[in-house]
T-cell receptor
Framework: SQTIHQWPATLVQPVGSPLSLECTVEGTSNPNLYWYRQAAGRGLQLLFYSIGIDQISSEVPQNLSASRPQDRQFILSSKKLLLSDSGFYLC??????????FGPGTRLLVL | LAKTTQPISMDSYEGQEVNITCSHNNIATNDYITWYQQFPSQGPRFIIQGYKTKVTNEVASLFIPADRKSSTLSLPRVSLSDTAVYYCLVGFSGNTGKLIFGQGTTLQVKP
């Protein structure tokens, strides 16, 4: 069966520091991968999606970037965090246009 | 991608059947309707998906009228553990899997 992992589970970072969140998927090959952000009490906002290695699309202009160095690894990064980057970050995978399955999420607090 | 409208919140009591309706007036021919459940500090969990008429699984039923401009998620005999946010999504993502999440419906089940 397929599983999706995210780490860390929680993170507290000062403004201006770098960020690296990692997501890995097991039990499937060539998945579509997604990064979402969820502000408190709000719905999910799609940040990036990837249909293959080094094939990444950005949905909104922001202080973040994404990379996919391996088929089942998706990384969310920032060179300098802003206060507004605080939120709940979720990684998801799907096979093509099939249902998306979400990871456990990372709670990021920027102080 | 079709926009969806659903109630912001609903209250229910244990043992009752809960029906959450979602409006999607501009649904396209290729669009599927998908419902997710999200608990606090967790990633959304796929509940059910349908295209037309009725779909039932071990968790819920999904009713879709002939014009497909709305859908109703039915949760039989809810328990306290069904307290969560429920999202209705409509779309056909092709190969990208892009989903648009709204604010969802917060269901509060009371004892």
């Amino acid at each position: 069966s397929q599983t999706i992992h995210q780490w860390p589970a929680t993170l507290v970072q000062p403004v201006g520091s770098p960020l690296s969140l990692e997501c890995t998927v097991e039990g499937t090959s060539n998945p579509n991968l997604y990064w979402y952000r969820q502000a408190a009490g709000r719905g999910l906002q799609l940040l990036f999606y990837s249909i293959g290695i080094d094939q990444i699309s950005s949905e909104v202009p922001q202080n973040l970037s994404a990379s996919r160095p391996q088929d089942r690894q998706f990384i969310l990064s920032s060179k300098k965090l802003l206060l507004s980057d605080s939120g709940f970050y979720l990684c998801a995978w799907s096979q093509g246009s099939e249902t998306q399955y979400f990871g456990p999420g990372t709670r990021l607090l920027v102080l | 991608l079709a926009k969806t409208t659903q109630p912001i919140s609903m209250d229910s009591y244990e043992g009752q059947e809960v029906n959450i309706t979602c409006s999607h007036n501009n649904i396209a021919t290729n669009d599927y309707i998908t419902w997710y459940q999200q608990f606090p500090s967790q990633g959304p969990r796929f509940i059910i998906q349908g295209y037309k008429t009725k779909v039932t699984n071990e968790v819920a039923s999904l009713f879709i009228p002939a014009d497909r401009k709305s859908s109703t998620l039915s949760l039989p005999r809810v328990s306290l553990s069904d307290t969560a946010v429920y999202y209705c999504l409509v779309g056909f993502s092709g190969n990208t899997g892009k989903l648009i999440f709204g604010q969802g419906t917060t269901l509060q089940v009371k004892p």
